[in-house]
């Protein structure tokens, strides 16, 4: 197994032992985190991950964003890339690739203000492991905005190895500090 | 390929700025108006001044009646700003004995405030050159800046020494005996923080992209759209290669691969392989430019002969091409200014 996959197994042994009550506390401590910040309070759009059970849960995040009135967007697989499409409270979804539940409305060849993402490890010098399929390192090279990665305070490593396609988020965001 | 210039978007781009700072505007149209038209976008706005850059582009803007900043005059062109009554930025005490040399009689001293590009430098230089030309009768109208970085966190120091500056040319010219008013401009963070500056000098941002602080919280909307059309439409297998250069993109699978008008001598830079353009709503990746045509290729998306390309716009605006190319929304902007793509002028809003 590769340095990157030794990670993830590791991180991702560390974040199941986390209760559902202890998940979610986390995520709440690092939406009062993402939701006070200048990023978040100047977009006026965000693309936002839609959370499976390992990571930090976004909903109330998105629902959060919908009442202040931002445009939200999801993400969907389509091939090699990722799309964006427009979301709103009540839109039809459906499990994608990679069993993560996506909107299946028209998507938007517009990139908005702030972009929310997941990660499976992170370092202090904010370089992001993802899954290994590179979606979001596809995106991120294609987007010009500010991007937060949000993660449990847990999945710290002291190094990550890097790759040249590997993009580091804006900020790191977890349920104890904020990263820039 | 189609460039789109919205003049409505210019107009209130500038009422934004005017209404945020407060201050009267000097609008730079050199380069042809950043690539959007410079007699277009003079016709269609007020500012009190238009600066360009060279004595020769500035003509044909005083023909339309408009008063002229020659921001970097230089030796040999100098006697059209006498000619067409234009007015030069001085920053350079053998361009001052010049413009004495040719009677120049209106002038505004350039002040260098750390950008060490033009302008007079320290107080002792700026004294010195506001008295030459005082002595000589020049009328000198004022002083300039142009900030290093109008992000800069230290501004105010750039501002303070602006300050020191304009002190010490008031000294040179009341030394000098001139007589007559006398106004300062700056670019934009200054003239937020200093209330004391006259105008405001306004570039990019009038053509709707930010350049920092000054106007970061002003919803500014670019005016310049460039669009074009598929003109071949193929699938290419993996192994294939696009483009003339075999070390250039070659798939690794079967994708739909489109010719799109549009290539470098157009101002779609090779620099720009590897960014999006948009086609149907889908962002699709540019694999290969050549002089008169590039390459987009997509997994999925099946698009036929004809089929409108989006270049630049909103998504894919001058600060994201600026991005890939690794460079700055300028350079993306008076790139696209080529002889060969037809231009329109709309006024939406």
Redesign the interface.
Known sequence: MSRKGEIRKSIKSHVSVLSPVERKEMSLAVEERVASSPEYLRARSIFIYHSTADEIDTSALIDRALSEGKEIFLPRVEGEDMVLVPYRRGDEMRVGRFSIVEPVGEPTPMRPDLAVIPLVAFDRDKHRLGRGKGYYDRFLADYDGVSIALAFSLQECSSLPVEPHDISPSIVITDKETIR | MKTEIDLGAIERNLHRVESATRKPLILMVKADAYGHGAAQVVRATRAEYYGVATETEGISIRDLGKDVLVTAPSFTALPLCRRYAMIPLIGDLALARRAIELRIERCRIKVNSGMNRLGFTGEKACYRAALLLARAGVLVEGADTHYKDDSDENIAEQNAAFRRAVAAIYSGLSDGGSRGGFTTSVTGTGALQAEDFDYLRVGLAAYGYHTGYATSGLPLEPAMTVTSEIVKSKRIRAGESLGYSSAGFRADRTLYAYTVLGGYADGVSRSEI???V?AA???LRIAAVSMDTFEMIS??VDLPIGQRV?ILS???DA??VA??RGTIPYEVLVGYNTPRSERVYVAKG
Request: aromatic share 6%; proline share 0%; no cysteine.
């Open positions: 590897g960014r999006k948009i709503g889908r962002r997994d999925s989006i909103k998504g894919v600060a994201y991005k890939m």
